[in-house]
C-alpha cells in the first residue's frame, strides 16, 4: 500500500505583507463597485474589463517567466492570488483557464512561437482559453473521444463537437483534444493530439448550455471543418492524452476546489454572530475546521507544483474531498438560516444561497467527475 504524504506549509512574512496587499485592492475595488460578491465566481463571474485591471497589476500570470511578460514568482504567490479573489467572490472567469492552466500548458510543450504569441497576450489579461475536453455520448470516458483533425496541407481539418466547454461564447481560443490517428484497440491512448481552435474561426459553432440559476457558463461547441493551422498543434502529434493530464493536474489542485461557496460560509458566520445563534456558529465551526484541512492539503500540492512534482495523485483526492465539502456549506448553511434562496432577491444571503445550491450539481462534473477522481486515487495509493 502506497501512502500519500503531503508536505506542511506555512507562509513567510514576504507572503503574508503581499497577502495584504491582494485583499487591501480587491476590497477597494468593491467599494468602488467595480464588482459585487458571488459565489462560484470562478466560473460564472465575467468581467474582461476586471481581468485586464489585475494583468494591469501582474496579477495574471504571476508565475509565468519575465521573458514572455510574466513576474516568475512562486506558486505560493499564485496561489495568494487565487485564495483572495475567491474569498471576496471577485469575477475572475474571463481569463482564469488561460491564467491556470492554458498558460502553463503552452509554457510547458508550445514552441517557441506560440510562448511569444500566446503568453504576453494573456499575462495582460487579454487573452482567453476554453478546454475542449468531454463529448457527448462519451461520459467520462475521454479516451473514447471522436473529434477528428485530418491532416491537409498546411494544417489540420476538425469535425467534432465538444460539450461543457467552459466559458467558450467569451473565450478567444480552445485547446482541443482530438484524434490525428484512427483509435488502436490496443492503445486506447495513442493518436490523440492537442490543437489550439481560434473559437472565431469559419465552422465553429457556440451555443449556450445554462445553469439552474439561467446563468450561462457552459457550453456545446460544434466544429465543421474547421482549419487549423499547423503551427497551432501544441507539443508533439499524438502525445495529447499525456499532455492533458499533466493539464489536469493544474485544474484540480487550486484551492478553487475549496472556496466556491466561502462567501456564502462567510455570510453565514456574520449574520450568525448577529443573532447571537452559539449553536449554530458551533455547526458553521464543523464546516471551517474541514475547510481549514482541506486548505493545508491544498497549500501542500501548490508547495508541490513549486518543487517540480507530481500532483496528479493528490490533486485528485483534495478535488473529490472539495467538491463533497463544497456542497455540504449550502446544505448545512440553508437549515442553519431558513431564507427562500432568489437570485433576483435584493437580499445578498438569498443570492449567495441561491448560487451556492444551484451551481452545486456541477461541482462533481467539472475537472473530473467523482468516480474519475476515486478511480484515480484507488490506482494510486494500491501498488500492482
Known sequence: MRQLQLP??????????????VRAYLEQEKLDGAFETHSD????????????KLGEKGWVGITFPKEYGGQARSSIDRYIITEELLAIGAPVASHWFADRQSG???????????KEFFIPKIVRG??????????PNSGSDLASLKTTATKVDGGWVVNGMKTW???????????????TAPQDVNNRHGGMSQLIIDLKSEGVTVRPIQFLTGEHHFNEVFLESVFVPDDRLIGQEGNGWSQGLTELSFERSGPERILSTFPLLNEAMKLLKVKGDHRGLIDVAKLVSRMWSLRNMSMGIAAMLEEGKDVNLAAALVKDLGNSFEQSVAEVIRLLLPTM???QEA??????????ILHGPGFT??????????????????SA
Open 8 to 21: 506542511a506549509f506555512q507562509f513567510t512574512e514576504e507572503q503574508m505583507a503581499f497577502r495584504q496587499e
Open 165 to 179: 466547454t467552459s466559458g467558450a461564447h467569451h473565450s478567444h481560443y480552445m485547446i482541443t483534444l482530438c484524434r
Open 126 to 135: 487579454e487573452c482567453f482559453f476554453s478546454i475542449g475536453l468531454s463529448e
Open 41 to 52: 465566481s470562478w466560473l460564472s463571474g465575467y468581467s474582461a474589463e476586471f481581468s485586464q
Open 347 to 356: 437580499d445578498h444571503y438569498s443570492r449567495l444561497l441561491a448560487e451556492s
Open 365 to 382: 462534473l467539472r475537472g473530473g467527475t467523482t468516480e474519475i477522481l476515486r478511480g484515480i486515487v484507488a490506482k494510486g495509493v494500491v
Open 104 to 114: 502553463p500548458l503552452i509554457l510547458k510543450f508550445g514552441t517557441e512561437q506560440q
Open 341 to 343: 434562496p432568489s437570485k
